[in-house]
Structures are given as C-alpha cells and as structure tokens.
C-alpha cells in the first residue's frame, strides 16, 4: 500500500457525502471531483465489480477478442477496460457524463475513443449494433443511471453480442434492482435478449451506509442480443 492511500474511513466520508446528490448532473458532478482520486479510494473498499464483469465475459465470449469491439458505458477512469485488456480484449470506446473521469480514461491509452454524454438524455452517442461486447458497471444504481437506458445498451450491440451489467443488491439498491430486473425479463419476453448468466456476488464491495457492516452483496448480468 502507497503511503499516500487513503483510509477506510476517509473513503466511507467521501462517498457518503455524495448520497445527498440526488440528480444525475449531482451526482456526476460529484465524479468530477473524485477522478484523480477514484482508483486508489475504491481499492480501498475492495471494489471488485470491474473483475468480475470482466470474468464473466471472458466465460461467454468466444469470438476474436483482438478484432472485439467494446463499448464501455459508464467508464469512469478505465478501470472496466483495464480489466478485460487482461482478457485479451484490445478495442474499447468509452462514454462518461463527468469530463474528469474521461481524463483520467484518456490518460490510460486504453480507448480509441472516448465520449461525454448524460446516459438518460437522449440517446446513445454511438452507432446502433455496431459493438461485439456492451458493458456497464458500477453505474446501474439509485441516482445514477437510468433504468430505460437498458434498451440503448440493447441496441448498441451487434446480433449475437453480449450485453454485461452489474448492480449492487445492498438495502438502498433494492428498489432499483427489481425495477431493472423487471425491464430484463420485459426485454427477454420481447425477444431481444436472452439471459446467458445471473451472479449473486456476496463479497461485492465494503459497506459505506451507517446501517451496513462487512460487505455489501451485488450482482452481474450476461445477455447475449438475439
Ligand atoms: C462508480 S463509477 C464506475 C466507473 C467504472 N465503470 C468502474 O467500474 O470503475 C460510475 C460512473 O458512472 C458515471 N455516471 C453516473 N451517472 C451517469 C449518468 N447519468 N450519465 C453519464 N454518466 C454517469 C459517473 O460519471 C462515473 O464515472
């Protein structure tokens, strides 16, 4: 551990003081103040999400993982990228509404292109079914992401490509997960996906609220676009 990590508690203060963001351009907001220290802080909280989407790709994909191209929505600093190069995956374009975050994204020399755009606000910047793999994680939660956002993932990518997203199944998530799991399984009853992998993650990430202690449980999602 570098001398300059920071501590359980410092991160826990940090991130509780952007419960009371309640609207996306807060909460983004938020993220703009977080980026440079973003990598280190969720280390600290043992923040695994990218990993283990990453190795639940890995799982289902068994096309060229060089020629893949990857669409990384919510990337933040690249920590979803960095992840799946260890996969051997090589093209990644991310998107992002904080333009701090992009920064760091930009610096790590891991995408070919990289977009600012508020997810919920019209639609994707991107080409429809043009992406190998769709990916979205840390960011399918209460106050962040949009559940109708779902549908653009969807489109984004090509017919039989793989959509991943995660989300956390900790007390104050709980509402939000049912209503996404409710637009999966509508999606899936349209005929627009079908579900390859459902994951309950126990040890997701340290708890931050008053009210939770150990570890908060979470869960990953592969859908594979018909
Ligand atoms: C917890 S971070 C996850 C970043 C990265 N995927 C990871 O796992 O490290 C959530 C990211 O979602 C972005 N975000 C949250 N709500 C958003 C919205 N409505 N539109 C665009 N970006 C949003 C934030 O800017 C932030 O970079």
């Given amino acids: 551990m570098s001398a300059d990590t920071n501590t359980f508690e410092n991160v826990k203060a940090v991130i509780l003081s952007c419960h009371k963001n309640s609207t996306s351009e807060e909460k983004v907001n938020f993220y703009n103040t977080w980026a440079e220290n973003y990598d280190q802080d969720v280390a600290v909280l043992d923040y695994r999400a990218p990993s283990l989407a990453a190795n639940s790709i890995s799982t289902h994909f068994s096309g060229d993982r060089e020629a893949a191209v990857v669409l990384d929505v919510a990337c933040g600093t690249g920590l979803v990228a960095q992840q799946m190069k260890r996969h051997g995956f090589g093209h990644f374009v991310g998107i992002d509404g904080s333009q701090a975050m992009l920064e760091v994204a930009r610096e790590s020399g891991l995408y070919q292109d990289l977009k600012q755009c508020m997810l919920g606000e019209g639609q994707l910047p991107v080409q429809w079914g043009l992406f190998d793999v769709v990916v979205i994680v840390g960011a ?68 931050v609220s008053e ?16």
């Fill in 211 to 226: 009210q939770e202690h150990g570890y908060i449980s979470g869960a990953v999602y592969i859908y594979k676009k018909l």
């Fill in 140 to 207: 399918f939660s209460v106050g962040q992401v949009p559940v109708d956002v779902v549908r653009e993932l969807c489109k984004s990518t090509k017919p039989g490509g793989y959509i991943c997203m995660t989300t956390r199944s900790n007390h104050d998530n709980l509402q939000y997960k049912a209503s996404l799991e409710r637009e999966l399984k509508q999606m899936e009853e349209e005929e627009l996906w079908t579900c390859v992998e459902y994951s309950q993650v126990e040890d997701w990430e340290r708890a």
